[in-house]
Protein backbone atom coordinates (compact mmCIF):
# COMPACT_ATOMS: atom_id res chain seq x y z
CA UNK A 1 0.00 0.00 0.00
CA UNK A 2 2.53 2.28 0.66
CA UNK A 3 4.42 2.00 -2.36
CA UNK A 4 1.17 3.10 -4.21
CA UNK A 5 1.02 5.98 -2.02
CA UNK A 6 4.41 6.41 -3.18
CA UNK A 7 4.17 6.45 -6.68
CA UNK A 8 1.36 8.66 -6.65
CA UNK A 9 2.52 11.79 -5.58
CA UNK A 10 6.40 11.21 -6.64
CA UNK A 11 8.35 13.60 -8.63
CA UNK A 12 11.14 11.82 -9.46
CA UNK A 13 14.70 11.68 -7.91
CA UNK A 14 17.99 14.34 -8.06
CA UNK A 15 21.07 14.05 -6.49
CA UNK A 16 23.46 17.06 -5.84
CA UNK A 17 26.06 17.32 -3.09
CA UNK A 18 25.18 20.43 -1.26
CA UNK A 19 21.88 21.46 -3.11
CA UNK A 20 18.92 19.71 -3.98
CA UNK A 21 16.55 21.04 -6.21
CA UNK A 22 13.05 19.98 -7.03
CA UNK A 23 12.26 18.17 -10.13
CA UNK A 24 9.15 18.56 -12.24
CA UNK A 25 5.98 16.87 -11.84
CA UNK A 26 5.61 13.23 -13.34
CA UNK A 27 2.09 11.80 -11.90
CA UNK A 28 0.25 12.58 -14.97
CA UNK A 29 -3.09 14.48 -14.91
CA UNK A 30 -3.70 14.55 -11.34
CA UNK A 31 -2.20 17.64 -10.68
CA UNK A 32 -2.30 18.97 -6.67
CA UNK A 33 -4.54 22.51 -7.02
CA UNK A 34 -2.86 26.35 -6.45
CA UNK A 35 0.26 25.08 -5.86
CA UNK A 36 2.36 28.04 -6.36
CA UNK A 37 6.21 27.33 -8.44
CA UNK A 38 6.77 24.10 -6.09
CA UNK A 39 9.92 24.00 -4.67
CA UNK A 40 11.86 21.80 -2.47
CA UNK A 41 15.71 22.33 -1.47
CA UNK A 42 17.95 20.33 0.61
CA UNK A 43 21.13 22.20 1.97
CA UNK A 44 23.76 20.82 4.13
CA UNK A 45 25.94 22.69 6.93
CA UNK A 46 28.95 20.70 8.80
CA UNK A 47 26.31 20.15 11.38
CA UNK A 48 22.92 20.34 10.12
CA UNK A 49 20.56 19.34 7.08
CA UNK A 50 18.09 21.44 6.39
CA UNK A 51 14.89 20.74 4.27
CA UNK A 52 12.91 23.78 2.82
CA UNK A 53 9.29 23.27 1.05
CA UNK A 54 7.69 25.92 -0.80
CA UNK A 55 5.93 28.67 -1.32
CA UNK A 56 3.06 27.36 -1.53
CA UNK A 57 -0.52 29.63 -1.30
CA UNK A 58 -3.12 27.98 0.99
CA UNK A 59 -5.21 26.37 1.27
CA UNK A 60 -4.85 23.68 -0.85
CA UNK A 61 -6.31 20.51 -1.04
CA UNK A 62 -9.38 18.40 -3.28
CA UNK A 63 -12.89 18.94 -1.72
CA UNK A 64 -13.01 16.52 1.22
CA UNK A 65 -9.05 16.41 2.22
CA UNK A 66 -8.22 17.66 5.68
CA UNK A 67 -4.71 18.39 3.76
CA UNK A 68 -2.84 18.39 0.66
CA UNK A 69 0.66 17.67 0.34
CA UNK A 70 3.38 19.12 -1.88
CA UNK A 71 4.76 16.75 -3.80
CA UNK A 72 7.18 14.10 -2.61
CA UNK A 73 10.94 15.08 -2.79
CA UNK A 74 13.83 12.94 -2.64
CA UNK A 75 17.25 13.26 -2.70
CA UNK A 76 20.53 11.29 -1.32
CA UNK A 77 23.55 13.23 1.09
CA UNK A 78 26.72 13.18 0.00
CA UNK A 79 28.64 11.54 3.01
CA UNK A 80 27.44 9.75 5.98
CA UNK A 81 25.68 11.33 8.74
CA UNK A 82 24.31 11.01 12.30
CA UNK A 83 20.85 12.88 13.02
CA UNK A 84 20.76 13.98 16.61
CA UNK A 85 18.03 15.89 16.54
CA UNK A 86 15.22 17.80 14.59
CA UNK A 87 13.17 20.88 14.54
CA UNK A 88 9.88 22.49 12.67
CA UNK A 89 8.85 25.60 10.90
CA UNK A 90 6.38 27.20 9.18
CA UNK A 91 6.34 30.54 7.69
CA UNK A 92 5.97 33.04 4.98
CA UNK A 93 8.56 33.56 2.47
CA UNK A 94 8.64 36.74 4.29
CA UNK A 95 9.23 35.61 7.18
CA UNK A 96 6.10 35.68 9.50
CA UNK A 97 5.14 32.71 11.79
CA UNK A 98 2.16 30.61 10.72
CA UNK A 99 0.09 29.35 12.81
CA UNK A 100 0.86 25.80 14.03
CA UNK A 101 -2.62 24.22 12.72
CA UNK A 102 -1.90 25.26 9.41
CA UNK A 103 0.94 22.26 9.33
CA UNK A 104 -0.74 19.28 9.01
CA UNK A 105 2.68 16.72 9.27
CA UNK A 106 5.88 16.84 7.75
CA UNK A 107 7.20 13.79 7.08
CA UNK A 108 10.98 11.83 6.51
CA UNK A 109 11.67 8.92 5.39
CA UNK A 110 14.31 6.34 4.62
CA UNK A 111 13.59 4.41 1.37
CA UNK A 112 16.39 2.04 1.71
CA UNK A 113 16.09 1.06 5.28
CA UNK A 114 13.38 -1.40 6.75
CA UNK A 115 11.27 -0.18 9.73
CA UNK A 116 11.55 -2.38 12.55
CA UNK A 117 7.94 -1.62 13.56
CA UNK A 118 6.50 -2.01 10.10
CA UNK A 119 8.18 -4.88 8.19
CA UNK A 120 8.03 -4.15 4.59
CA UNK A 121 7.77 -0.96 4.81
CA UNK A 122 10.93 1.96 4.29
CA UNK A 123 11.75 3.82 7.75
CA UNK A 124 10.06 6.69 8.84
CA UNK A 125 12.99 8.07 11.25
CA UNK A 126 11.57 11.70 11.52
CA UNK A 127 8.99 14.21 11.58
CA UNK A 128 6.15 16.44 13.47
CA UNK A 129 2.61 17.59 13.45
CA UNK A 130 1.51 20.88 15.02
CA UNK A 131 3.37 20.14 18.11
CA UNK A 132 6.75 21.47 16.40
CA UNK A 133 8.36 19.54 19.06
CA UNK A 134 12.18 21.01 19.07
CA UNK A 135 13.91 17.22 19.63
CA UNK A 136 17.45 16.93 20.68
CA UNK A 137 18.55 13.26 21.53
CA UNK A 138 20.56 12.58 24.32
CA UNK A 139 24.70 13.31 24.10
CA UNK A 140 26.27 11.29 22.05
CA UNK A 141 23.16 9.08 20.55
CA UNK A 142 22.35 9.34 16.76
CA UNK A 143 20.57 8.10 14.34
CA UNK A 144 22.06 6.86 10.89
CA UNK A 145 21.67 8.41 7.53
CA UNK A 146 23.30 6.46 4.92
CA UNK A 147 24.80 8.65 2.38
CA UNK A 148 23.93 5.33 0.16
CA UNK A 149 20.35 5.55 0.93
CA UNK A 150 17.53 7.42 -0.81
CA UNK A 151 15.65 9.74 1.50
CA UNK A 152 11.98 11.21 1.10
CA UNK A 153 10.68 14.34 2.58
CA UNK A 154 6.87 15.60 2.17
CA UNK A 155 4.93 18.33 3.95
CA UNK A 156 0.83 18.65 4.02
CA UNK A 157 -0.42 21.47 4.93
CA UNK A 158 -4.82 21.81 6.65
CA UNK A 159 -6.84 22.86 3.49
CA UNK A 160 -9.19 24.67 6.04
CA UNK A 161 -6.47 27.13 6.45
CA UNK A 162 -6.80 30.89 6.54
CA UNK A 163 -5.90 32.44 2.63
CA UNK A 164 -2.24 32.95 3.30
CA UNK A 165 0.25 33.88 0.21
CA UNK A 166 3.52 32.43 0.09
CA UNK A 167 3.52 29.66 2.80
CA UNK A 168 6.54 27.95 3.66
CA UNK A 169 7.97 24.96 6.20
CA UNK A 170 11.12 24.03 6.99
CA UNK A 171 12.66 20.77 8.76
CA UNK A 172 16.28 21.30 9.98
CA UNK A 173 17.78 18.22 10.90
CA UNK A 174 20.69 18.30 13.25
CA UNK A 175 23.80 16.25 12.92
CA UNK A 176 27.17 15.22 14.89
CA UNK A 177 30.56 16.79 14.32
CA UNK A 178 32.21 13.36 12.35
CA UNK A 179 35.20 13.04 14.78
CA UNK A 180 31.71 12.77 17.35
CA UNK A 181 31.59 8.99 18.67
CA UNK A 182 27.83 8.15 18.47
CA UNK A 183 25.79 5.34 19.77
CA UNK A 184 23.09 4.11 16.70
CA UNK A 185 19.75 4.50 17.25
CA UNK A 186 16.81 2.75 15.62
CA UNK A 187 13.33 4.12 15.46
CA UNK A 188 9.99 2.30 16.44
CA UNK A 189 6.77 4.01 15.70
CA UNK A 190 3.93 3.03 18.24
CA UNK A 191 0.22 4.38 18.54
CA UNK A 192 -2.91 3.70 19.98
CA UNK A 193 -4.25 4.55 16.02
CA UNK A 194 -2.69 1.83 13.07
CA UNK A 195 0.51 3.46 11.81
CA UNK A 196 1.98 1.45 9.76
CA UNK A 197 0.98 1.83 5.97
CA UNK A 198 0.24 -2.10 5.06
CA UNK A 199 -2.53 -2.20 8.12
CA UNK A 200 -4.25 0.60 6.88
CA UNK A 201 -7.13 -2.00 5.38
CA UNK A 202 -7.15 -3.22 8.48
CA UNK A 203 -7.77 -0.12 10.17
CA UNK A 204 -11.33 -0.30 11.98
CA UNK A 205 -14.30 1.98 11.16
CA UNK A 206 -13.54 4.70 13.12
CA UNK A 207 -10.32 5.74 11.70
CA UNK A 208 -8.96 7.31 8.90
CA UNK A 209 -5.83 8.96 7.88
CA UNK A 210 -6.39 12.02 10.21
CA UNK A 211 -7.09 9.76 13.30
CA UNK A 212 -9.37 8.19 15.64
CA UNK A 213 -12.87 9.59 15.51
CA UNK A 214 -13.61 10.97 18.89
CA UNK A 215 -17.35 11.56 20.53
CA UNK A 216 -17.97 14.65 22.88
CA UNK A 217 -16.84 14.38 26.60
CA UNK A 218 -13.65 12.43 27.96
CA UNK A 219 -12.96 9.57 26.73
CA UNK A 220 -9.91 6.63 27.21
CA UNK A 221 -8.75 4.37 24.63
CA UNK A 222 -6.75 1.60 24.67
CA UNK A 223 -4.88 -0.95 21.94
CA UNK A 224 -2.37 -3.46 22.96
CA UNK A 225 1.61 -3.58 21.73
CA UNK A 226 3.94 -6.41 21.08
CA UNK A 227 6.93 -4.96 20.15
CA UNK A 228 8.63 -6.62 17.16
CA UNK A 229 12.29 -6.46 18.19
CA UNK A 230 14.00 -5.74 22.06
CA UNK A 231 15.37 -2.10 22.76
CA UNK A 232 16.42 0.61 25.29
CA UNK A 233 14.60 3.83 24.76
CA UNK A 234 16.51 6.71 24.92
CA UNK A 235 13.99 9.07 23.56
CA UNK A 236 10.62 9.40 22.63
CA UNK A 237 9.08 12.14 20.39
CA UNK A 238 4.90 12.23 20.88
CA UNK A 239 2.54 12.95 18.60
CA UNK A 240 -1.06 14.10 19.25
CA UNK A 241 -4.15 16.43 18.62
CA UNK A 242 -6.20 18.93 19.95
CA UNK A 243 -8.14 17.62 23.10
CA UNK A 244 -5.09 15.06 24.01
CA UNK A 245 -5.17 15.09 27.89
CA UNK A 246 -2.57 12.11 28.08
CA UNK A 247 -0.73 9.83 25.97
CA UNK A 248 1.09 6.70 27.68
CA UNK A 249 2.75 3.52 26.90
CA UNK A 250 2.49 1.01 29.91
CA UNK A 251 4.14 -2.66 30.49
CA UNK A 252 1.26 -4.79 31.44
CA UNK A 253 3.25 -8.01 32.20
CA UNK A 254 5.15 -5.66 34.66
CA UNK A 255 2.51 -3.43 35.63
CA UNK A 256 4.48 -0.28 34.99
CA UNK A 257 3.98 2.97 33.27
CA UNK A 258 6.83 3.75 31.25
CA UNK A 259 5.73 6.83 29.42
CA UNK A 260 3.36 8.93 31.17
CA UNK A 261 3.22 12.75 28.49
CA UNK A 262 0.92 15.30 29.29
CA UNK A 263 0.68 18.05 26.47
CA UNK A 264 0.23 21.86 27.08
CA UNK A 265 -3.68 23.10 25.87
CA UNK A 266 -5.77 26.24 25.54
CA UNK A 267 -8.60 26.38 27.71
CA UNK A 268 -11.07 25.09 25.02
CA UNK A 269 -8.21 22.02 24.32
CA UNK A 270 -6.30 23.45 21.74
CA UNK A 271 -3.17 21.72 21.41
CA UNK A 272 -0.28 24.25 22.14
CA UNK A 273 2.80 21.45 22.32
CA UNK A 274 4.56 19.20 25.09
CA UNK A 275 6.76 21.40 27.38
CA UNK A 276 10.61 20.18 28.26
CA UNK A 277 9.38 18.21 31.30
CA UNK A 278 6.55 15.72 29.59
CA UNK A 279 9.73 14.76 27.03
CA UNK A 280 11.31 11.17 27.98
CA UNK A 281 14.90 11.64 27.15
CA UNK A 282 17.80 9.47 29.09
CA UNK A 283 20.93 8.06 28.11
CA UNK A 284 20.21 5.38 30.31
CA UNK A 285 17.02 4.23 29.01
CA UNK A 286 13.99 1.84 29.67
CA UNK A 287 14.13 -1.65 28.15
CA UNK A 288 10.99 -2.95 25.46
CA UNK A 289 10.81 -6.53 24.82
CA UNK A 290 9.07 -9.18 22.16
CA UNK A 291 8.32 -11.28 25.20
CA UNK A 292 5.96 -8.74 27.06
CA UNK A 293 2.68 -7.17 27.09
CA UNK A 294 2.41 -3.49 26.41
CA UNK A 295 -0.57 -0.83 25.85
CA UNK A 296 -1.05 2.54 24.17
CA UNK A 297 -3.50 4.78 26.25
CA UNK A 298 -4.94 8.27 25.02
CA UNK A 299 -7.17 10.08 27.00
CA UNK A 300 -8.74 13.11 25.60
CA UNK A 301 -11.54 15.44 26.12
CA UNK A 302 -14.01 16.99 23.20
CA UNK A 303 -15.89 19.89 24.15
CA UNK A 304 -19.62 19.16 24.34
CA UNK A 305 -20.58 21.99 22.25
CA UNK A 306 -17.52 20.68 19.46
CA UNK A 307 -19.44 20.47 16.30
CA UNK A 308 -18.11 18.70 12.74
CA UNK A 309 -16.06 15.14 12.71
CA UNK A 310 -12.87 15.34 15.02
CA UNK A 311 -10.26 13.14 15.08
CA UNK A 312 -7.98 12.31 17.69
CA UNK A 313 -4.24 10.59 17.86
CA UNK A 314 -2.02 9.20 20.40
CA UNK A 315 1.50 8.28 19.07
CA UNK A 316 5.53 8.10 20.18
CA UNK A 317 8.61 7.75 17.91
CA UNK A 318 11.14 6.12 20.01
CA UNK A 319 14.44 6.38 19.53
CA UNK A 320 16.31 2.89 20.98
CA UNK A 321 19.03 1.29 21.21
CA UNK A 322 19.08 -2.63 20.25
CA UNK A 323 20.78 -3.46 23.28
CA UNK A 324 19.98 -4.23 27.07
CA UNK A 325 19.72 -1.58 28.98
CA UNK A 326 22.01 -0.74 32.29
CA UNK A 327 20.65 -3.17 34.99
CA UNK A 328 19.59 0.29 37.30
CA UNK A 329 17.09 1.29 34.26
CA UNK A 330 15.15 -2.05 34.70
CA UNK A 331 13.58 -0.90 38.24
CA UNK A 332 11.71 2.36 37.22
CA UNK A 333 8.27 2.88 36.75
CA UNK A 334 7.22 6.30 34.81
CA UNK A 335 9.86 8.50 34.02
CA UNK A 336 11.24 11.07 36.56
CA UNK A 337 11.35 14.70 36.61
CA UNK A 338 15.05 14.30 36.45
CA UNK A 339 15.08 11.94 33.42
CA UNK A 340 13.96 15.18 31.17
CA UNK A 341 15.50 18.08 29.43
Not at 48 to 56: A, H, N, S
Not at 70 to 84: L, V
Not at 100 to 105: A, D, F, G, T, V
Not at 207 to 218: F, K, P, Y
Amino acid sequence: MFARIVLALSLGFLTAPVAFAHDKESHGSHKIPTLNKPMTSVTLEPDKITITFGPIDLPVGHSGDLAASMPKHFFKIPEDRYMTGYKTEAFTKQGKELPREYLHHILLLDMDQDSISCPGEPLFFAGAGMEMRETRFPEGHGVKLDQTHKLMALVAFYHKADPTKDAMARFTIYTAPKEQEIHPMQVYQVGVNVVCFSKFDQRPANQSDEGIAIETGVHVIKEPLKFLVDGCVKYAYPHSHNGALLIALENRTRQQTLLRTVPDVLLDGTLVGFPDRQIYSNPVGFQVTTQEEYEMVLVHHRPLEQQGDIRGMGNYLLYMTQEACPKAADTGTVASAKDHH
